[in-house]
């Protein structure tokens, strides 16, 4: 669990350093639109890492209650971990079943619909 935590840590980490980036320099300056290559404003950006930093710190607090995957703490760690799994330093081994395909883009679903014409 701690290689899991780690990773999610660094990640993290990663995901702020660019919301701080993206984030106005204006201070008041209204962030809620995001920015082109960033679709989520830098305010939500930084709340979801400081949520998934609670999380983080407080895995020994989730009851291990036995799934199919393992324990919680480690089930729900690996759902976080998903979000990464493009990520060179991702481990397989922390794979969710349903979570490892990304959604396709309009693209991709206009692709595959010009093809099933």
């Known amino acids: ?7 999610l840590k660094a990640r993290i980490a ?3 350093s660019a919301a701080r980036a993206t984030a106005p320099d204006t201070p008041g ?6 920015s082109p290559g960033w679709p989520l ?3 939500r950006v930084l709340s979801e890492c400081a949520a ?8 020994p607090l989730v009851t291990d209650i ?12 690996m759902c976080l ?9 991702y481990q397989e081994g922390w794979r969710v079943d349903g979570l490892d395909e990304a959604p396709q ?3 991709q679903r206009m692709s595959t619909r010009s093809a099933q014409l």
């Open 1 to 7: 669990m701690a290689d899991v935590i780690g990773f």
């Open 14 to 16: 990663e995901d702020e």
């Open 29 to 34: 300056t209204d962030d809620t639109a995001g």
């Open 41 to 43: 404003s830098a305010g």
């Open 52 to 59: 998934k930093r609670k999380i983080l710190d407080n895995v």
């Open 66 to 77: 036995s799934s199919q995957t393992g324990g919680t703490s480690g089930y729900v760690l």
């Open 81 to 89: 971990a998903s979000v990464y799994s493009h990520h060179p330093d």
């Open 105 to 107: 883009t309009d693209t």
